[in-house]
C-alpha cells in the first residue's frame, strides 16, 4: 500500500513552454501534498504545500505564478512549471501524506514518487 | 528553524559490514517526528523508519536499527551487515508534529556504497 505516482518520470522541453507534472496517490487519500525540487547531489528541498480544494502554501523564495500547483481531488496534485528556462532544470518529487478521520493519530508519514527529471533546454 | 544535520557525506563500506549514519537535529517543537528515507540512484524516496519525538525507545527492525538520545538531539541509523542493494542517499528528516502541515525538513543526505 501507500503508493504515490508520479508521471512523467522524464521530460525536455524548449525554453518558454510550459510542462505539467502530475502526482497521484493510488491507493489512498491525500488531503495534503507536497512538492520538492532537488539538485543533483543535493538535499530535498520544499517548495510548496498543496491542500485539496484549497490554494497551495508556498515556500519563500518560490515563485507562485512560475510554479503553479492544483491539488483538485484526494488523490490528485499537479505542477506546472510556466514559461521555462534552463535554470528550472531540476529533479521535481512530489509526495503525499495520508488523510486520517478526526480522532485517529496521523501516520504522518510522506509517500514520495519517483520523481521527475525536468530538462529545458 | 528546524534543522538536520548530517555531518558524514560519504560512506564506503565492505558487503557485511555494519554502518552507522549519524544524524543531529534542531527543533523548538517539543513534539515531533524523525524519519529516515533512502534514496536508491534511480530517484525514488523510500521510506524506512519513523519515530515520535515522546518515544525514545530504540527498536531493530531486521537489518536496521536507530539510536534516538532526545538529550544530545541525535537520531542514527544503523544498518547490519550491509548489502550492495543498500548502496544510496540516506536521508535523515524531521517532521513537524501532527495536526500542521507536517512538515519535512531534509539533511543534506549520506552516500552510502557497498561494495563486494
Known amino acids: 500500500g501507500a503508493v504515490v505516482s508520479q508521471h512523467p518520470s522524464w521530460v525536455i522541453c524548449k525554453s518558454g513552454t510550459s510542462v505539467k507534472i502530475e502526482c497521484r496517490s493510488l491507493?489512498?487519500?491525500?488531503?495534503?501534498m507536497f512538492w520538492y525540487r532537488q539538485f543533483p547531489k543535493q538535499s530535498l528541498m520544499l517548495m510548496a504545500t498543496?491542500?485539496?480544494?484549497?490554494?497551495?502554501?508556498?515556500e519563500q523564495g518560490v515563485e507562485k505564478d512560475k510554479f503553479l500547483i492544483n491539488h483538485a481531488s484526494l488523490t490528485l496534485s499537479t505542477l506546472t512549471v510556466t514559461s521555462a528556462h534552463p535554470e528550472d532544470s531540476s529533479f521535481y518529487i512530489c509526495?503525499?501524506?495520508?488523510?486520517?478521520?478526526?480522532?485517529?493519530?496521523?501516520?504522518?508519514?510522506?509517500?514520495f514518487g519517483a520523481g521527475t527529471r525536468l530538462s529545458v533546454l | 528553524a528546524q534543522k538536520v544535520t548530517q555531518a558524514q557525506t560519504e560512506i564506503s563500506v565492505v558487503e557485511k559490514e555494519d554502518v552507522t549514519l549519524d544524524c543531529v537535529y534542531e527543533?523548538?517543537?517539543?513534539?515531533?517526528?524523525l524519519f529516515w528515507y533512502k534514496q536508491p540512484p534511480s530517484g525514488e524516496l523510500v521510506f524506512l523508519i519513523r519515530?515520535?519525538?515522546?518515544?525514545?525507545q530504540n527498536e531493530i527492525s531486521g537489518r536496521y536499527s536507530w539510536n534516538f538520545q532526545k538529550s544530545t538531539s541525535s537520531f542514527n541509523f544503523t544498518i547490519t551487515a550491509s548489502q550492495v542493494v543498500d548502496s544510496a542517499v540516506y536521508f535523515c528528516?524531521?517532521?513537524?508534529?501532527?495536526?500542521?502541515?507536517?512538515?519535512?525538513?531534509f539533511g543534506t543526505g549520506t552516500r552510502l556504497q557497498v561494495t563486494l
Open positions: 527543533t523548538r517543537d517539543t513534539t515531533y517526528y
Open positions: 509526495s503525499a501524506r495520508e488523510h486520517r478521520p478526526t480522532g485517529i493519530l496521523a501516520k504522518n508519514i510522506q509517500y
Open positions: 491507493d489512498f487519500q491525500a488531503t495534503t
Open positions: 519515530r515520535n519525538s515522546f518515544d525514545e
Open positions: 528528516v524531521l517532521g513537524q508534529r501532527a495536526g500542521t502541515a507536517s512538515k519535512l525538513t
Open positions: 498543496s491542500n485539496e480544494g484549497s490554494k497551495a502554501t508556498y
